[in-house]
């Protein structure tokens, strides 16, 4: 999979103007998605497809600062993205992230990201484009969505503030130093409790209502997915667009 690499002096529309081979068999949708990373640090995306659609780039790699990495969708695919991020590995791709790790591998292959990991999901449609970005897995890298070029609603997702400035101390993942925190969990991660994981007796919308942990992430975030049954409105849709997935868009 090749892909064409540009820093932040390029103009958006040249972003998706960027054609690259895909190596996928399935029709080609039209839809571009470019990662971006606005971090002061690198990030390794990860991408997990959905049962039926295919990997895509390996499913990983390393995203240096200010630059991008466009990928040519195939229609109908679906999956997730995320950032990893203080990632270590060797010549062979193995090694492993201080956050979003999948398997120990440069490649994901597939595999989705260790929570905590705030992912940017997405569903392309033929009439229809539905994306979000979730904090139902927790945090750990500020992600945006941005749609260009298409018709609907078409309004911008994303968690830009950084929640591990304000994580509470029970959802903390710390660093190697003890006391940087390198990652904020769901409170369904960090105590298993069907209340806050929206399972058995909760299992509903009507029954799972937001705690006193999902309005942190909410208020923080408002236009992201602060646990399993949030406001749907906390969904985009949008039609025939491109899109651009921004890590760390505040820098």
Request: charged letters at 15%; a positive charge.
């Amino acid at each position: 999979m090749e892909a064409r690499f540009m820093t932040t002096t390029t103009t958006i529309l040249t972003i998706f103007s960027l054609l690259f081979s895909n190596i996928a068999v399935r029709k080609i949708s039209g839809t571009t998605i470019t990662l971006f990373n606005k971090c002061t640090h690198p990030v390794w995306p990860g991408i997990q497809p959905g049962a039926t659609s295919p990997i895509l780039a390996r499913g990983g790699f390393k995203l240096q600062p200010n630059k991008a990495y466009s990928l040519k969708m195939p229609a109908g695919w679906s999956g997730r993205f995320w950032g990893r991020h203080g990632c270590s590995f060797d010549a062979t791709g193995h090694g492993k992230c201080a956050t979003g790790d999948c398997g120990g591998s440069l490649f994901c292959n597939g595999l989705g990201g260790t929570p905590p990991a705030t992912l940017a999901e997405i569903t392309l449609g033929a009439d229809q484009d539905f994306y979000d970005v979730s904090l139902v897995d927790g945090y750990n890298l500020a992600i945006s969505i941005t749609p260009f070029k298409g018709t609907g609603r078409c309004t911008y997702a994303g968690c830009v503030t950084d929640l591990n400035e304000m994580c509470p101390v029970g959802l903390q993942v710390r660093g190697k130093d003890g006391r940087s925190v390198v990652a904020c969990k769901s409170a369904c991660s960090a105590f298993n409790s069907p209340r806050y994981c929206c399972t058995g007796s909760f299992g509903s919308p009507q029954s799972c209502k937001p705690t006193a942990y999902s309005r942190i992430f909410k208020t923080a975030c408002p236009r992201a997915y602060s646990y399993a049954y949030d406001d749907p409105t906390s969904i985009s849709t949008c039609t025939g667009s491109n899109y651009l997935v921004t890590f760390c868009p505040h820098h």
